[in-house]
């Protein structure tokens, strides 16, 4: 019974280096706190039946008073065990939170960028679609002398137009 503290303030300690770690390297993988989760439920699911048979004892009016004031003094240092035994769980938890919403922030950034790069290449890819038609009646644009040039022109201000419309700086976030 001495021992659950000493367990609770290792395990406490292993959390802690486990965030500073994430913390280092990118939150790559929570694989250490789902082990220590589940070590800790063990725990937990081990130390119920105890807190049940000293219900069961205390409320014996067999066991003397002096006893009983001892075991409830057993059950009142369980009971905390088992509290913090929660507590570091609620430390998981949280890790697990922050690794998500690191992730989700690293795929936003992710889908940003691709929403920006799409943008860019957008009026090329519809300049090109609209005068790679061919329709030499309908287009008279096309036997003009300087077709080409328009077009690497108008390519570049739409370009222009949309890095300045998705306001390019915020990429620096």
């Known amino acids: 019974m001495d021992k659950i503290p000493a367990m609770v303030e290792r395990m406490r300690e292993l959390i802690v280096e486990e965030r500073k770690w994430l913390l280092d390297h990118g939150y790559r993988t929570v694989e250490t706190v789902e082990f220590i989760r589940a070590e800790i439920h063990t725990m937990i699911r081990s130390l119920k039946p105890f807190q049940r048979v000293l219900v069961h004892v205390i409320e014996d009016d067999a066991i003397c008073q002096d006893v009983t004031i001892y075991l409830k003094d057993v059950q009142d240092h369980l009971d905390t065990c088992v509290d913090n035994f929660k ?3 609620n ?3 949280r890790i697990n939170s922050e690794f998500e919403k690191f992730h989700q922030g ?3 950034r992710t889908l940003y960028l ?3 790069i799409t943008s860019i290449f957008l009026p090329a890819q519809f300049l090109t ?3 790679g038609m061919n329709f030499e009646g ?3 644009e096309l036997k003009m002398k300087w077709v080409y040039p328009t077009f690497w022109v108008c390519t570049i201000l739409g370009t222009i137009f949309m890095l300045w419309m998705f306001n390019c700086g915020r ?3």
Do not use: A, F, K, Q
């Open 171 to 173: 990429l620096n976030r």
């Open 129 to 131: 679609g609209v005068w």
């Open 91 to 93: 430390m998981c938890e």
């Open 87 to 89: 507590e570091l769980l």
């Open 114 to 116: 691709m929403t920006i």
């Open 106 to 108: 690293s795929m936003d």
């Open 138 to 140: 309908s287009m008279p």
